[in-house]
């Protein structure tokens, strides 16, 4: 039997309410873990109903947790949370991010700011929260993109955070292996989320052009990725970045 099952795992997905995080959730689930996803509200309530929403489909073994990742003391109190509910931590999915596209010239000190602090330091204070909770044999997966390797018009503060995630990928390996914890990125291509939905059509039209596959990606084509690596079929793979974008770059 292939050994995909992650019975009796404990997964924590932040930003798991929605888009990618969302589907990894269920993928996660539907392979025997147990999830907890994290939310920021930042008014209206919307990111909460989307992740209790979530929750309630999953039903038994999974819980939402309200968390900013640019707080080092949110980070810490989630990762606790989540261990009191679910009594341990083997799986941590670093998939919050947000988007401040805007070019050099015109982005604000703000909208750098905002991306780095979510996409790169929210990285770095997940991990440096969960580390102290995971278990032997953990596993630590860090979302990065193909803009960190292409470099797109208009994203320099998400490009320079999503590489800055690469870089902390490979380091953050050596640092834990010995513990049996492997540390990888992924790096999607566009995939047919809101966030990527929002590219204007036509730029879409131009990208789609340079695939070799023809399509962009599905949710699902992102979650099947992330089971693998954390599944017992990835044990020694350790410090990589998994390119998930069909054909664009490798």
Known sequence: MIPLSLENKIALITGG????????????HRAGARVAVTYFEEGGGANRVKAEALTSELGEGAAAFEGDVRSFDATQAVAAAVVERFGGMDILVNNAAVLRDRSLAKM????????????LTGVFHMAKSCLPHLRQGGRIINMASIAAIMGFFGQANYAAAKAGVIGMTKVLSREVGRRGITVNAV?????????????????????????????????SDIAHAILFLASPLAAYITGQTLQVNGGWVG
């Open 108 to 119: 604000s000190h703000e909208e750098w700011q905002t991306v780095m602090d979510t996409n």
């Open 17 to 28: 309410g929605q888009g990618l995080g969302a589907e990894t959730a269920r993928t996660l």
């Open 187 to 219: 790096a999607p291509g566009v995939v047919l989320t809101d966030m990527g939905k929002s590219i204007p059509e036509a730029v879409r039209t131009e990208m789609l052009k340079q695939i070799p596959l023809g399509k962009f990606g599905e949710p």
